[in-house]
């Protein structure tokens, strides 16, 4: 752009230089011009009365020597007739006598500039001076008044692109690195990112601009999931004595309908507490308090143990388990674990409506347990296969028809991180599945990320 810019500027600034220059050696040549034709008339006044057209030939003769660009110099009597004429040797004559009616004029034409000069003697018309003066000067002086333009418009536009090089290391770079951070922070939401503003321009103070923006923002959401983590907290408490009430009534109620009122009661407390303990989850995430409670099990125990706990409360699908035993004990938070399967087959069957299986595949893979919950319904687009394991986010084809809160994933996710283990998912042809790894071995406490010893949920 810059570049471009130079040039054009320059280019403009030559054109009006050149076109200044050309046009003021016209006018000098031409003042030039018209001054010879006076003197040349001046002198010829008396070789005119006397008919002495020797003199007047002599004179223009002479003329040459003087200027030796005018290639035909006549001079016509008063009748428009020609006197005398000369024309440089080896050029074209020409017919002044149809120009001859103009009064001391100059004008250029096909090249050439052409002088009218009337003679007078005595205020009276005694004759016409008349040059035709070739331009071989003028052509010069253009062609090189263009090789000057040409050569300065490379050299500055070389310069300008040096220039635009150097200046963009100084503004572009800065502002280019601010932008990608500004993208990736929109991409990822890690508002922590940080710019470490350079010198004391506008670019530095949009870069503490920048960083003070991210601080507000994660001021507010400290705020909010504070906020978050003290009303799950509070409504804690209350909940789990309603529902302690609300199990003594359907253990000792046997009629109906009331029965049938307090197990819909009791179901309902018992999403509201799912709920409660999600966004105690997220609220000790976000604060680094999530800690893990490592101990050994054996993982083929805990998978069939959760398939057989879901199973009974899931009447519309059956869950089967596939791919044979692990036979692998781990050291891990057993009760976390379970929590990932569960809300992975609680997902599987949310997100499959009339379907009538999901299938739990397990296999040992390089050092890895894999274990695959796959079910058949509504699937999930390539694209959202990250957004689903962020906070709150819901997929767009079931936000309205299927209830939940976006929570659980985002949750699963970051204690698949704690075991150094991973989960993904991955949708095609009517198979959703879903998939979590973790290291085969037996891992002591302390190898986990972030273990510590007492969870305390
Ligand atoms: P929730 O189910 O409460 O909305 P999750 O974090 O468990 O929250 O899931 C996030 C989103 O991922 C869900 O809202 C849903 O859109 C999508 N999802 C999860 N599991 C499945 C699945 N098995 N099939 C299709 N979509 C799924």
């Not at 321009?201 to 978050?228: A, G, Y």
């Not at 379970?338 to 599987?348: F, G, H, I, K």
């Not at 299927?402 to 704690?418: A, E, V």
């Amino acid at each position: 752009m810059q570049v471009f810019t130079s040039v054009l500027v320059l280019s403009l600034c030559f054109a009006a230089f050149v076109y200044s220059h050309i046009k003021d050696y016209k006018s000098r040549k031409a003042d030039s011009m018209s001054s010879i034709a006076q003197v040349i008339g001046a002198n010829s006044i008396s070789a005119i009365d006397f008919q002495d057209n020797d003199a007047v030939e002599k004179t223009l003769i002479d003329l040459q020597k003087i200027s030796p660009e005018i290639i035909n110099a006549t001079i016509l009597d008063t009748n428009n007739h020609v006197f005398e004429s000369y024309t440089k040797p080896g050029m074209d004559s020409f017919d002044f006598s149809k120009g001859a009616a103009k009064k001391n004029i100059t004008f250029y034409q096909s090249g050439y500039l052409f002088v009218y000069n009337t003679i007078f003697d005595n205020n009276e018309k005694v004759g016409t001076v008349c040059f035709r003066v070739e331009l071989n000067e003028l052509a010069k002086i253009k062609n090189t008044q263009y090789s000057i333009s040409i050569i300065i418009l490379i050299v500055g536009c070389g310069l300008a692109f040096l220039i635009g090089l150097i200046v963009q290391s100084y503004i572009s770079k800065p502002l280019l690195s601010l932008v990608h951070i500004m993208k990736e922070v929109s991409k990822t939401g890690e508002y922590k990112r940080k710019v470490s503003p350079v010198g004391k321009d506008e670019i530095s103070t949009l870069s503490l601009v920048f960083n003070d923006l991210m601080s507000q923002i994660l001021e507010s959401q400290k705020r909010k999931d504070e906020f978050i983590g003290i009303a799950s907290h509070e409504l804690k408490t209350p909940l789990t004595s309603i529902k302690a009430y609300l199990q003594v009534i359907d253990s000792i109620e046997n009629v109906q309908p009331q029965k049938q009122y307090v197990q819909k009661a009791l179901e309902n407390v018992n999403k509201l507490q799912q709920l409660i303990y999600d966004l105690l989850d997220v609220s000790k995430i976000q604060s680094g308090q999530l800690h893990l409670n490592v101990t050994s099990f054996d993982m083929d125990k805990l998978i069939d143990e959760t398939i057989a706990s879901f199973q009974m409360v899931s009447t519309g699908h059956k869950i089967i388990r596939a791919g044979g035993s692990l036979n692998q004990v781990i050291s891990a938070d057993r009760r976390r674990i379970e929590q990932v399967l569960m809300n992975l087959l609680s997902n599987a069957i949310k997100y499959s409506p009339g379907k009538d299986k999901v299938v739990v595949h397990t296999e040992k893979n390089s050092g890895q347990l894999v274990i695959q919950v796959e079910d058949f319904g509504i699937g999930i687009e390539k694209d959202e296969y990250d957004k689903i394991f962020e906070r709150f986010y819901r997929t767009k084809n079931n936000s309205i028809l299927i209830s939940g809160f976006g929570l659980g994933l985002y949750i699963c996710r970051d204690i698949m991180k704690r075991h150094n283990g991973k989960i993904w998912v991955e949708s095609e042809s009517g198979h959703t599945s879903f998939y979590f790894s973790l290291p085969a071995t037996s891992v002591k406490s302390g190898e986990l990320a972030n273990v510590e010893k007492v969870d305390n949920m």
